[in-house]
């Protein structure tokens, strides 16, 4: 099979496993992934290769600039503590244990088991993003998580690149030590200067499709360019992203609408087609090994992943310790419960970061195959066996929080519609009188006041936009408009019947 051949069966593969995951109610990377193994399974089924350092580009960067649009600074100067210790803390002590691990059991030299503790430390942006999309949490919870993953894979790869230099070399000099501590205060900058570029550049594509497309090429050219400086290109994208979230308000209502359906698009079928090139990644790996080379790397492999898994638990409930203990010394700070701690602990999704720089180990590093299958295991056991138990585990210890969600967009709806009638304090006429009662019939239904008036006129406007619908389809049917008009009502049949359904009847579901 050719390239795009098998690339097509993968992704037909793909479109039925996720209505096996919908069913289900798995998240869809354990899917996924499950799936590349099983597609790996079978003989002359296709295998797709793709170079580490391009996975890293093509399938982080998009994520990470689509979670960091919805990640204001704001928010991270709200959760700086918490960051700092998942995002920091977290990375290095995992990396730490996991490199005692590699060199007690299989005797890897100090700065090649730091290497290893590189590749599985940081939990992955695209996971936590994809497994957590129809979850509803605790904010602050899925803030953190969400936060985390856009600043960890910056301290994991940047101690991946020095542990490595230090390996390869057998050295590790000041002028190596100094670029490293450059890169990430450099990327920051870089990634703030070429935001407030891009910023200059968006009003000149503005409502047009090279405006989206010009989204898509600043992630991958921040990344690319970083990279070639020699800085954090994880940083160098999220602090563009962040610079250019800034700017949204002047962003038009047209071009929004149609950005978020790409992106939306987009970034779904990188999700999908990472944890499914991921799980197909198996057969490369076992195969290269021998009986005995397998027995000994499945131990280093099994230790890893407890590993991995302890140590974040452990650095969960330390970090509550110290929001206790601060609470006791009077300071001003969000409690977190044991069973919040638990799931912060337990999201701990590994993802394309460890494999693509697990990947990326040059053939001279020390017991190599080992340490790739270790990194795989990783990835494997926590997006299969973590990711597919967070669902019931919310439900168990009863965090989960669809209430509270959907009374936060009705307090929101509610608050806008007091607004809009603010502002037509004062305002006469007929035009007028229209939109305060719209609006009044909006409070009034979302404050449970008047709620069969509202479901009465909803479903007295589907009704007429339904009758609009046949009479433009008998319009078309008898030549008396062209395609482009008809693409044009179309269009606003389209905006009007959104505009009166309900939030089920407006939301793409994710699989």
Do not use: C
Not at 408 to 433: I, P
Not at 470 to 491: F, P
């Amino acid at each position: 099979m050719t390239f795009f051949e098998s690339l097509l069966a993968l992704m037909l593969a793909a479109v039925a496993m996720l209505q096996v995951a919908r069913r289900l109610s798995l998240p869809y990377p354990t899917v996924m992934a499950a799936a590349g193994v099983a597609v790996a399974a079978i003989p002359g089924a296709p295998v797709l290769s793709i170079d580490p350092a391009t996975a890293l580009a093509l399938f982080i960067a998009p994520i990470l600039v689509d979670a960091a649009f919805d990640f204001p600074v704001g928010a991270a100067r709200r959760l700086m503590l918490p960051l700092i210790v998942y995002a920091g803390v977290a990375v290095l002590a995992t990396a730490g244990f996991v490199a005692w691990i590699g060199w007690y059991t299989i005797g890897l030299p100090v700065a090649a088991a730091l290497t290893l503790g590189a590749i599985v430390a940081p939990p992955d942006a695209a996971a936590a993003t994809a497994v957590l999309t129809n979850l509803p949490v605790a904010k602050r919870v899925e803030a953190v998580l969400k936060g985390e993953s856009l600043f960890n894979d910056a301290t994991a790869l940047l101690l991946f690149n020095a542990a490595l230099a230090a390996q390869m070399s057998g050295t590790f000099d000041w002028g190596t030590g100094a670029r490293f501590a450059l890169a990430a205060p450099g990327g920051i900058v870089f990634g703030i200067a070429y935001g407030l570029l891009v910023r200059r550049l968006q009003p000149h594509v503005e409502k047009t499709v090279g405006g989206t497309l010009l989204q898509f090429l600043h992630a991958f050219v921040a990344w690319i360019v970083a990279e070639h400086l020699h800085l954090s290109a994880v940083l160098a994208v999220v602090a563009s992203a962040m610079t250019i979230a800034a700017n949204t308000n002047r962003t038009t209502p047209r071009m929004r609408v149609h950005s978020y359906a790409v992106w939306t698009t987009v970034v779904f079928l990188l999700n999908v087609f990472a944890f499914l090139l991921m799980g197909e990644q198996s057969r490369n790996i076992l195969s290269a090994m021998s009986g005995q080379e397998l027995v000994n790397a499945g131990w280093l492999a099994l230790w890893v992943v407890l590993g991995v898994v302890a140590t974040r638990l452990l650095i969960a409930f330390g970090y509550r310790g110290v929001v206790l203990w601060r609470v006791r010394r009077g300071q001003r700070v969000a409690k977190i419960s044991p069973a919040e701690t638990f799931l912060l602990g337990w999201s701990g999704m590994r993802g394309l970061v460890t494999l693509a720089t697990a990947f990326a180990l040059p053939a001279g590093f020390p017991q190599r195959d080992s340490v790739v299958l270790a990194a795989f295991a990783v990835v494997l056991a926590t997006v299969v066996i973590q990711g597919a138990t967070l669902n019931p585990l919310i439900r168990w210890l009863g965090i989960g929080r669809a209430k509270e969600a959907r009374e936060e967009v009705d307090h929101a709806r509610l608050q806008l519609a007091e607004a809009a009638l603010a502002r037509l304090v004062g305002e006469n006429g007929e035009a007028a009188e229209q939109l305060r009662r719209e609006y009044l019939d909006i409070r009034d239904g979302v404050s449970g006041k008047d709620p069969d008036t509202l479901n009465r006129r909803h479903g007295l406007a589907i009704a007429a936009v339904l009758a609009q619908r046949d009479r433009l389809e008998a319009l078309r049917h008898d030549q008396s408009i062209s395609s482009d008009t008809y693409l044009l009502l179309q269009e606003a049949l389209d905006w009007r019947q959104l505009t009166v359904s309900g939030d089920e009847d407006r939301r793409i579901e994710e699989n």
